[in-house]
């Protein structure tokens, strides 16, 4: 839950941040230091570091190194790396000498003359210096200021500079708070003045490096502050000694420039430096006649990359060649524009090809017809086409549709009236009206039968022989269905609505003075039944009937009445039960007797 709430918190003042009005420029001026130093430089730290939330670099266009920041500029190198300048500015206006915190942008703990440790050995407290690590203890050029730590669920919130990444060049760029994993990155804890730790003696032990056993330091076995001071042997003052006698073991190699990459030996800390294996790993972008490209070449030792720019090529790259005219056709580069053209591919015999109706000869190269046009004949209907040589089917142009009278149908010549596919019509009934070839209409008498057709929407009579209707009409509907009849269309007798459904009904009912009976007018009686009474209005809930006891407003009489009949009736029940009880058991005494 802490974690959460936390996190909701940071993200809000980040937003708030870069959307309140005037905090939208990114200036020296706009994240002065506002704090009041209070003498506890643990606190000083870490409350000036979070005056500067959201400082940029500018410059962030700047192509092939990092932008300006005011904390490189304090440092001495403007455009530098930053992280461990921002520590620096933030500790000199903490008031934080240089034998605290040395005035360095490097970011290995020797650097700041402090003793790394992890999390499993002691927590880190707000005000320690962050080293970011990768695997085995090998530090990852990075630093930054402990915040907040959160040991359940193994989190340290930092305020780092030069964090996040600018686009384009890939570098970092922002002041902000970062997660990071507790337990994955080490922590140097300086010797602040005021704090936790003011007037508090220390009370120092030695200690050995495990990595450098000739490496020693003093930890306070109370407070647990670790430091150099005090003349103890350190990697920087026994550096030729511990190299010369060192069995290197050197971690992985990491780019230190555009033409070489370093790696650095565990123990002593000693550097070698390899010039970089280049090796072609992809290509951004082809190079064409109009742009230069770009590829990616990659380092095979240390994994580094960088992009190269593929010069512009002399060869056009053609799309399809297009028509122009009878003549020409042309082709443009894909890339530039530039066209070329040439004159159309005939072949050596510049055949025609035909169809009916035109010819044309076609380009071999950008397959388009050539001299086309519609053939030329002449007027006997048999001679060929004067441009092509074309010669028509039978030496007639015949129509596509048909022409016919009563009795046949044909294909006509459009030129000279010449017939073709001449044939009787088809019709496949004595009644059918239509020709199943050309369509032609005939006028036909059916024979409708006498008795008329019906459905649900109409009736109609048929003609005997082909089927065919003589026109639908509607129902012409006869009195509603009653119970007795079905609702008849007064026309066909078709049935549109059936009979109702009988509903039997026994009134007036007959009655006495325990039952009521009736009969209905279809014959069927109803059995009787006994009253069902109202004790409220002394009625029969089915036929009205009124209780032998009269009954007033509230009808207690009625109830005592009823009430006493039940009574009377339950004790003359149980007496004759008694009785008939006695008869059988002295009966069966008696059998026993004479038994």
């Known amino acids: 839950m802490t974690k959460k709430l936390f996190a909701l918190i940071l993200a809000v003042a980040t937003v708030a941040m870069f959307l309140l009005p005037g905090t939208a420029a990114v200036s020296a001026e706009d994240y002065a230091n506002t704090h009041t130093n ?111 730590v959160d040991a359940a669920n193994d989190i340290c919130y930092t305020i780092e500079g030069n964090t996040g990444s600018r686009p384009g060049d890939g570098c970092a760029y922002i002041v902000k708070v970062v997660e990071r994993t507790l337990s994955q990155h080490a922590y140097g804890s300086p010797n602040y003045t005021g704090g936790e730790y003011a007037g508090h003696t220390h009370t120092y032990s030695d ?70 294996s280049w090796q072609d790993s992809k290509v951004i972008k082809e190079a064409n006649c109009k742009e230069s490209g770009s590829k990616v070449q990659k380092c095979a030792i240390c994994n580094a990359e960088r992009t190269l720019t593929l010069d512009k090529t002399a060869d056009h790259t053609y799309g399809d060649w297009e028509y122009v005219n009878d003549e020409i056709h042309k082709r443009a580069c894909t890339f530039c524009g530039y066209a070329e053209t040439a004159e159309h591919d005939l072949g050596e015999e510049a055949a025609w090809t035909t169809d009916d109706s035109a010819h044309w000869q076609e380009c071999s190269v950008c397959a388009q017809k050539i001299s086309q046009g519609e053939h030329k004949f002449g007027a006997d209907c048999v001679s060929p086409c004067e441009v092509c040589q074309f010669v028509r089917e039978n030496g007639h142009t015949y129509a596509q549709t048909w022409s016919y009278n009563a009795s046949e ?127 409220t209005t002394g009625k029969c809930t089915t036929c009205g009937k009124m209780s032998i006891v009269e009954a007033d407003n509230t009808n207690w009489d009625f109830v005592w009445v009823v009430a006493g009949i039940t009574v009377v009736g339950a004790i003359i029940l149980s007496a004759g039960l008694m009785v008939a009880s006695r008869r059988k058991r002295r009966e069966l005494e008696a059998d026993a007797y004479w038994a």
């Not at 306070?220 to 030729?240: A, E």
């Not at 010449?418 to 008498?445: I, T």
């Not at 039968?449 to 509607?474: F, L, R, T």
């Open 207 to 276: 200690h050995f490096e495990d990595a450098h056993p000739h490496k020693t330091y003093k930890q306070c076995d109370s407070c647990g502050y670790t430091t150099y001071d005090g003349g103890q042997k350190t990697l920087d003052n026994c550096k030729s000694c511990i190299q010369a006698n060192c069995s290197h073991s050197y971690s992985s190699w990491e780019f230190s420039g555009n033409s070489q990459h370093e790696r650095t030996c565990t123990n002593c800390d000693k550097t070698e430096t390899g010039d970089h």
């Open 409 to 535: 149908h044909w294909y006509e010549c459009e030129v000279c009236d010449e017939k073709s596919n001449a044939a009787q019509h088809v019709y496949s009934a004595d009644c059918d009206e239509d020709c199943d070839e050309c369509g032609y209409v005939r006028e036909v008498k059916h024979s409708y039968g006498a008795d008329m057709v019906s459905d649900a929407q109409g009736h109609w009579y048929e003609c005997d022989v082909c089927g065919k209707h003589n026109g639908s009409s509607g129902h012409t509907p006869g009195p509603m269905a009653t119970e007795e009849a079905a609702q008849n269309c007064t026309v066909c007798g078709y049935e549109i609505a059936a009979k109702l459904e009988h509903v039997h009904k026994y009134e007036p009912f007959q009655t006495n003075t325990m039952t009521h009976w009736g009969k209905c007018s279809c014959g069927l009686e109803l059995a009787p039944e006994a009253h069902i009474w109202d004790m």
């Open 38 to 148: 209070t003498g506890n430089q643990r606190q000083d730290i870490v409350e000036i570091a979070l005056t500067q939330l959201g400082y940029t670099e500018s410059d962030t266009d700047r192509s092939g190194s990092n932008g300006y920041t005011k904390y490189g500029d304090f440092y001495g190198h403007p455009y530098a790396d930053w992280c461990g300048c921002f520590i620096n500015w933030c500790a000199r206006q903490a008031g934080i000498s240089t034998s605290v915190l040395p005035k360095t942008g490097l970011t290995r703990p020797s650097n700041w003359g402090l003793t790394a440790f992890r999390s499993s050995e002691r927590l880190p407290q707000p005000g320690d210096i962050f080293f970011k690590c990768w695997t085995n203890g090998n530090y990852a050029g990075h630093v930054g200021i402990v915040y907040k």
